[in-house]
Nanobody, 121 residues
């Protein structure tokens, strides 16, 4: 009933920038926290950044100062602005959100299908 769809991934050179977007749709009553995770082949999925409805943010050390997470509550959308990209940022980036759904007001975490980010020269 709920779908998260990421966009904005692609191929970029080291030092370049990308902006990821994730929009939630479906039987949504309220979205709580939203975040971005990433996973490279053979490695565990790791938190990149997350954000509360009020705009409080949390970043992994490896992206601090380079990435910025933001959200537009009216559009059910979360963004990840990625600057100064490095080859080690190459991964599939996943959107995550905690969502209350109608009509029964159930609460669960939802995941997008991911978008590939490749940083290479």
């Amino acid at each position: 009933q709920v779908q998260l769809v990421e966009s904005g991934g692609g191929l970029v050179q080291p030092g370049g920038s990308l902006r990821l977007s994730c929009v939630a749709s479906g039987s949504i009553f309220r979205i709580n926290g939203m975040g971005w995770y990433r996973q490279a082949p053979g490695k565990a999925r790791e938190l990149v950044a997350d954000i509360t409805p009020g705009g409080n943010t949390n970043y992994a050390d490896f992206v601090k100062g380079r990435f910025t997470i933001s959200r537009d509550n009216a559009k059910n959308t979360v963004y990840l602005q990625m600057n100064s990209l490095k080859p080690e940022d190459t991964a599939v980036y996943y959107c995550n959100a905690g969502i209350h759904t109608v009509p029964l007001m159930t609460y669960a975490n939802y995941w997008g299908r991911g978008t590939q980010v490749t940083v290479s020269s």
